[in-house]
């Protein structure tokens, strides 16, 4: 177990729609970075917070939006959703520097039908 | 921003033969180098990193080597066993705040 929780664990939304995936860190960290992970696919990054502030933006698209709360728990938001946006979202979390340890959570498979 | 290639896609072994992943970097300011084990259905999990200041490191049948030189680091798996078969990704750190990942290599050990 890394430490790193992720909900919900399955998703299956209809195209069009709008989903929120949670992310809470390690106890103790306070970076947390969203990664997307297609068939096929490497870990392609999609933006990084560190202590409530945006720090890296990566391919993320327009229609994707994230935050972290003062509680460092982050959420990943997911609009106008579209069949190729199927993938599963990792987060991971960091103490925060440059070449700090980074441990995932579980992921969350998101299905668009 | 840093770049990281990963060698090869695929690697097929038979249990008990070392297994050998290559990847290479761009960045000359990176200094950390994690490697992951993806299982089917679960997140990339830490089995090792090697930070820039030492060229091995070793834990149990796993090793990475690095050469900050010809920037290139290695991960290299001894006494393969079936429980090993599993997606791998190397990494690259320290240059920005963004770990990069290579493509990964998925290693099938046969029985």
């Known amino acids: 177990d890394s430490g790193v929780t992720q909900t919900p664990k399955h998703l299956i939304t209809a195209t069009g729609q709008r989903v929120t995936l949670r992310c809470s860190p390690r106890?103790?960290?306070?970076?947390v970075y969203w990664y997307q992970q297609s068939l096929d696919q490497g870990l392609q990054f999609l933006i990084q917070?560190?202590?409530?502030?945006?720090?890296a933006k990566g391919n993320i698209l327009e229609r994707f939006s994230a935050q972290q709360f003062p509680d460092l728990h982050s959420e990943l938001n997911l609009s106008s959703l579209e069949l190729g946006d199927s993938a599963l979202y990792f987060c991971?979390?960091?103490?925060?520097?440059?070449?700090?340890?980074?441990?995932f959570g579980q992921g969350t498979r998101l299905t668009v039908v | 921003g840093e770049n990281v290639e990963q060698h090869p896609s695929t690697l097929s072994v038979q249990e008990g033969d070392s297994a050998v992943i290559k990847c290479t970097y761009s960045?000359?300011?990176?200094?950390?180098f994690p490697w992951y084990k993806q299982e089917l259905g679960k997140g990339p999990q830490l089995i090792i990193d090697?930070?820039?200041?030492?060229g091995e490191k070793k834990d149990q049948r796993i090793a990475v080597t690095l050469n900050k030189t010809a920037k290139h680091f290695s991960l290299h798996i001894t006494e393969t066993q079936p429980e090993d078969s599993a997606v791998y990704f190397c990494?690259?750190?320290?240059?920005?705040?963004?770990?990069?990942f290579g493509r990964g290599t998925s290693l099938i050990v046969h029985p």
């Open positions: 991971a979390s960091s103490e925060g520097g440059r070449d700090t340890e980074a441990f």
């Open positions: 106890s103790g960290d306070l970076s």
């Open positions: 917070y560190y202590n409530g502030e945006e720090r």
């Open positions: 960045d000359s300011a990176s200094n950390y």
């Open positions: 090697i930070r820039s200041n030492v």
């Open positions: 990494a690259a750190a320290g240059g920005s705040y963004i770990p990069t």
